[in-house]
């Protein structure tokens, strides 16, 4: 007859196993939905310079490239545990700021706008180069609608926040998560 303690010990085996299967299968897998590349440790973020200013309409909003630079660069350390780094990076993040314009959105009964948009446009490129096969370009844009009454000054800070994180957000998405 087996005793209970036998028994018992298979068991505990057993469920060791399928936890270490379980584990192996999600291979590198972050909570926050990153599937980092095997053999992939760094990334580097090049500074997006803000090129809006050479597209008609386009405002020059001194100090926006070096903030959406820094938003970038935080999103990936912030959900990853990869290691940012200044050059020879393995993924590579770079582009520039080609838009960056304020337009009424919507007119009031006196032919005046009454709400403006904030709309911010990025062209990206991504390098792997432990794959190129997942190396591509694309153009990122989103934008911020506020009252007509303000000016981009009184709004610049939400603004940012709300299209930096939309921006990146799609960046990461596309790059690390593959959503």
Known sequence: MISMKLIRN????ILGLLFLLILQSCGIYSFTGASIPPGV??????????QAGNRPGSTVEPGLDNEFTIALQDLI???T????VPQDGQLIYEGEITEYSVTPMSATAKI????NRLKMTVAFRFINT???EDDYKKSYS???DFPAALQVYDVKDAAHKEIFDRITQDIFNDTLAKW
Do not use: G
């Not at 440790?41 to 803000?50: K, R």
């Not at 545990?81 to 940012?84: A, P, Q, T, V, W």
């Open 77 to 79: 350390m912030n959900q």
């Open 10 to 13: 298979k068991i505990q085996i």
């Open 81 to 84: 545990n990869l290691d940012l």
């Open 142 to 144: 989103f934008f911020y």
């Open 112 to 115: 005046t706008a009454a709400q």
């Open 41 to 50: 440790t760094t990334y580097q973020v090049n500074f997006f310079e803000n």
């Open 130 to 132: 432990k794959r190129e």
